[in-house]
Each structure stands twice: as C-alpha cells, then as structure tokens.
C-alpha cells in the first residue's frame, strides 16, 4: 500500500517570503500522480498544483512549484512571494497511475500560517 | 459550472440515529468520491463511483454505511445507527473519466455525534 508523509505539521512564513513544505512517499509503483491540495478555514479543498512522475521537469503554477525527485520519493512544494490568502492546510496526495486504482492517498497535513 | 455541492453542511444527531449526506458532482463527471476526515488528519478514501456503479470501498466502510448513485448523477451516504466514531468531515468529490484526471471536492459536510 502506497503510504504518504508530511513531516511537517505546522510552518510559518513571512509575508512575501518563499516557504517549502515537504513531503515523502512511499509507492512501489512507477506509474503515479502527485498532488498538493490547499484546504483553507472554509474546507473546500483546492488543486494547487499536480506532477505526473513519467514527466522529469517539475510542475509549476505562478508562484508555486514543486521540486519532484523520483529516487528519493520526496515531493516538496515551493511558495514564492507568499501572501495572507496562502494561509491553510496544505496535503501532499498520491493516485496510482494504474486503471482501476483511482483513490487519493493523503498525507497528515502541514498548516501554514503567513505572518503580516 | 457550480463545482460539487454537498448538503447538508452540518448535522448534529444523537448517537443511534441515522443520517444521509447527498453530494451532486460537477456536471458530466462520471465519477464521484467519498472521503472522511478527521481533525487534525487528511481526508480518507471510503468509496467511489463511476457513473452508477461502486466500484471500490474502503474497510473503513462498515456495515452502517451504504451509499449509492442511482442514476450516475448525484450521491447519497447514508449512516446507520451513528456511533460517537463517526463524527467527522464527509467529503465528497468528483472527476472525469480518466486515469489522473483532476479530482475536485466539495466544501464538506460536518457531521458531529452526541
């Protein structure tokens, strides 16, 4: 079973400063997704950015990317420039690129908070 | 496009009552997911639909939980004889056909357990 780790349960930031939060995975798979979902106070969960793992540039987003790195299963997402609407629960997900396997598998969360 | 609308969005019962979440996906999306999740936790896979048919569920679905998509559009979660346990968020989501399409959630419905 695919299993993903945020070790990270809390960060803060500067505003306009860059953060990361990091985040490992565990998959003996080699076909797969990766996610960084956004759940702000209001809980609707947000896409922020994906990676399929078949791709070796990592993803970008305006302000946000991520720094993919296959062999060691280690997915981080960068903020750049950050802002006060940044401020939420940020979770790392997984999804099997295998036909049939369609479940997220999340990690535990890290909660960011932007400091004016 | 409305994005996935969950109802109610919060729902306090007494412990040994029943109660049901509906979730009505984004338009055309074949497929629909429930999630639970807890304080302090990220969100758990319960199940999933494609069109009308359950094609996956989790062991943390038990016998007091049951849901359905009759007619491949919207969903219901229904939970028997509620257990203190159960309160948590009940997330719905849904995507398109598709392996790695994008999966979209909705805002949630809280249910607290007394």
């Known amino acids: 079973a695919q299993t993903v780790t945020q070790s990270q349960p809390e960060m803060s930031v500067q505003e306009a400063e860059t953060v990361t939060l990091s985040c490992t995975y565990d998959t003996s798979e080699s076909d797969y997704y990766l996610f960084w979902y956004k759940q702000p106070p209001s809980r609707q969960m947000i896409l922020v950015i994906r990676q399929e793992a078949y791709k070796q540039q990592n993803a970008t987003e305006n302000r946000f990317s991520v720094n993919f790195q296959k062999a060691a299963k280690s997915f981080s997402l960068k903020i750049s420039d950050s802002q006060l609407g940044d401020a939420a629960m940020y979770f790392c997900?997984?999804?099997?690129?295998?036909?049939?396997?369609?479940?997220?598998?999340f990690g535990t969360g890290t909660r960011l908070t932007i400091i004016p | 496009d409305t994005g996935v609308s969950q109802d109610p969005r919060h729902k306090i019962t007494k412990r040994g009552q029943n109660v049901t979440f509906r979730c009505d996906p984004i338009s055309e999306h074949n497929r629909l997911y429930w999630y639970r999740q807890t304080l302090g936790q990220g969100p758990e896979f319960l199940t999933y639909?494609?069109?009308?048919?359950?094609?996956?569920k989790s062991r943390l679905l038990s016998d007091r939980f049951s849901a359905e998509r009759p007619k491949g559009s919207f969903s219901t979660l229904e939970i028997q004889r509620t257990e203190q346990g159960d309160s948590a968020m009940y997330l719905c989501a849904s995507s398109l056909l598709g392996t790695g399409n994008t999966i979209y959630f909705g805002e949630g419905s809280w249910l607290t357990v007394v």
């Open positions: 997900a997984y999804r099997s690129g295998l036909g049939g396997n369609e479940k997220l598998t």
């Open positions: 639909f494609q069109n009308e048919a359950q094609l996956e």
